[in-house]
């Protein structure tokens, strides 16, 4: 199943990763473990950040968990933390999103002092809970999977239609709406094509 846990900023100094906001959707986990597994994914978060270069992407896997990192060359960071099944490439283009409109509503002035609960940045929650299913928050993904189904329907169809052979060429023989020569035609072509097999 796919799914995403956490959404978080920070803020990477050259001697620490300081968090500006976060986000968690721990339902999937049972009321009394939910503190200790957002600890976790905080400290895991802030521990990628730390040790992830300025200007770069990653993905690491931790057990159960993909953590998705990306530390812009300010010095700001995302992280995503996912299932396995969930998209990279959709992971990024979120954490993207996500620090293109925090630069946009949060001065640069205040990242590198300012306390979590000091930032007024309340999409986050929202984010989370859209880019759940990835396809629909993802117009490429969605576009790709479009491409996919039609692939599968102009592969079915072609096959149907190899399948039906025989049939063909009985169709062509007894029809009386072709001329002798579109006849010698498809006799030819066929005759040319036997050393190409589609099945």
Known sequence: MVKLFALSIFYKSPTEAR???STYDLQ?????QR???????????????ERTQLA???SVKQEAYMCHVYVRSDNLAGVIIA???YPQRVAHTLITKILDEFTAKISSDVWETAAENSIDFPVLPAYL????DPKEADALTKMQNDLDETKIILKNTIEAVLERGEKLDDMVIKSEN???QSKA???TAKKTNSCCSFS
């Open 83 to 85: 299932d396995h099944e």
């Open 19 to 21: 968090l500006l906001k």
């Open 129 to 132: 809970a859209r880019y759940q």
């Open 28 to 32: 999937s986990f049972s009321f009394f």
């Open 185 to 187: 035609f498809y006799k």
């Open 56 to 58: 770069m992407r990653q």
């Open 35 to 49: 503190s200790t597994v957002e600890e976790f994914m905080t400290f895991a978060s802030k521990t990628i950040v």
């Open 178 to 180: 072709l001329s002798i």
